[in-house]
């Protein structure tokens, strides 16, 4: 029900790489126990895939499956395995799920004008962060620009949104990583404002959103 809810359905896995994939993103999420994957048991005690997949790759414990362990499967990202067990459908653990994907596009800085009040987000937000865009932001002569982070998630170790009070070589209003939200920030001196994404991978984050 929650994967569908998300347009999805609970994840099948088909080989190694796509096993640590779902490992490595749970752990980025901040999921360090347990993690249910979507597979049960038929009459006949064999576990299948719920979205009719073929059970083509199995990474259990050893001994696994179980016995009345239960009839669901969850994979432990405690440890780089990633391995399996059977575990009770009732357990609360977190649970994986997958879309299928459209067709691929790459999200594109468009250059777009904005007047106050637009929502600007970064470039395929919130599924992509890759793109690096500015965005230039202007109000009337005398007046300043103010900005709202609605929402940054941003890899701390790589990725950046960049303020300038002005538009070509500007003062730098403030340089933010991490996760932020509700924050307001304003020009000084200019009736312009750049504000500039500034990823370097942008991987498993969201990106940013502000309000002008």
Partial sequence: MTCR???????????????????????????????????????????????????????????FPKKNFGDCIAMDVSSTSGQWMNVDCASKFPVACMRQQGPTVEPTCSGDDYDEGDLIVSPG???????????????????KVQVEILSLEANEC?????????YLGGNVIATLTGSMA???????ASNIMRV?????????????????
């Fill in 158 to 166: 790589c990725d950046s949104l960049v303020l300038y009070d002005g």
């Fill in 125 to 143: 937000y919130p599924f992509s962060a890759s793109t690096p865009c500015d965005f230039f932001l202007t109000v009337e002569p005398g007046k």
């Fill in 5 to 63: 809810k998300a347009g999805g359905e609970l994840a099948s896995i088909h080989n190694q790489k796509e096993n640590d994939f779902v490992r490595r993103f749970a752990v980025s999420r901040g999921i360090v126990d347990g993690l249910v994957l979507g597979a049960t048991t038929q009459q006949d005690g064999t576990f299948t895939w719920v979205d009719g997949s073929p059970m083509d790759y199995e990474n259990y414990f050893p001994g």
């Fill in 196 to 212: 500039s994404w500034q990823p370097q991978g942008g991987v498993n984050v969201k990106g940013v959103a502000v309000r002008n």
């Fill in 182 to 188: 509700n924050a307001t920030f304003v020009t000084k």
